[in-house]
C-alpha cells in the first residue's frame, strides 16, 4: 500500500523530476534530445541545478521543488556563475508566480514559479519575461 500523504513528497522528489522532465522532452521535437543539467562541485558546497532548458539561444536553469522546500541555493549559485542568465523557473505544487530575486552575491533574477500542471506551456509562460 502507498501511503504517502503528498505524492510529490514520495521518493524525495525523484516522481515530480521525471514528470518535468519527460514535459521537458515534448517541448522540442529534435530526435533523441537529451534532458541537461547542471553541478558545481567545490569542497564543501556543492550544488546541482535539476535541469537546464534550452529555449531559442538562452539556457534556463530549472529546479524542481516537490516538497514544501523553499531554499534555492544551488538556484542562486548558478545565477551567480552565470555571466547573463537573468531568468530562472521553480517548478511546484503551488499556484503561478513571479518574484524578482536577488542573489547573496548581489545578482538580480526573474523566478518563475510554475505549479507542475503548466510545465507543458513553458514556452508560453516565460514568453513575456525574454530580455
Given at each position: 500500500?502507498?501511503?504517502?500523504?503528498?505524492?510529490?513528497?514520495?521518493?524525495?522528489?525523484?516522481?515530480?523530476?521525471?514528470?518535468v522532465?519527460?514535459?521537458?522532452?515534448?517541448?522540442?521535437?529534435?530526435?533523441?534530445?537529451?534532458?541537461?543539467?547542471?553541478?558545481?562541485?567545490?569542497?564543501?558546497?556543492?550544488?546541482?541545478?535539476?535541469?537546464?532548458?534550452?529555449?531559442?539561444?538562452?539556457?534556463?536553469?530549472?529546479?524542481?521543488?516537490?516538497?514544501?522546500?523553499?531554499h534555492?541555493?544551488?538556484?542562486?549559485?548558478?545565477?551567480d556563475?552565470?555571466?547573463?542568465?537573468?531568468?530562472?523557473?521553480?517548478?511546484?505544487?503551488?499556484?503561478?508566480?513571479?518574484?524578482?530575486?536577488?542573489?547573496?552575491?548581489?545578482?538580480?533574477?526573474?523566478?518563475?514559479?510554475?505549479?507542475?500542471?503548466?510545465?507543458?506551456?513553458?514556452?508560453?509562460?516565460?514568453?513575456?519575461?525574454?530580455?
Open positions: 500500500m502507498f501511503a504517502a500523504i503528498d505524492i510529490f513528497n514520495a521518493w524525495r522528489g525523484r516522481f515530480a523530476e521525471h514528470i522532465a519527460q514535459e521537458l522532452l515534448t517541448l522540442n521535437n529534435r530526435f533523441g534530445q537529451k534532458r541537461s543539467f547542471w553541478v558545481r562541485q567545490k569542497v564543501g558546497a556543492t550544488a546541482e541545478v535539476d535541469f537546464v532548458w534550452q529555449h531559442d539561444a538562452r539556457l534556463i536553469p530549472i529546479e524542481v521543488k516537490a516538497g514544501h522546500n523553499a534555492l541555493r544551488s538556484l542562486h549559485s548558478f545565477i556563475n552565470s555571466e547573463s542568465c537573468q531568468l530562472a523557473v521553480r517548478v511546484w505544487s503551488q499556484p503561478f508566480s513571479v518574484d524578482r530575486v536577488v542573489t547573496n552575491a548581489g545578482n538580480s533574477f526573474t523566478l518563475l514559479n510554475v505549479p507542475f500542471y503548466l510545465v507543458g506551456f513553458l514556452p508560453k509562460c516565460i514568453a513575456p519575461y525574454q530580455f
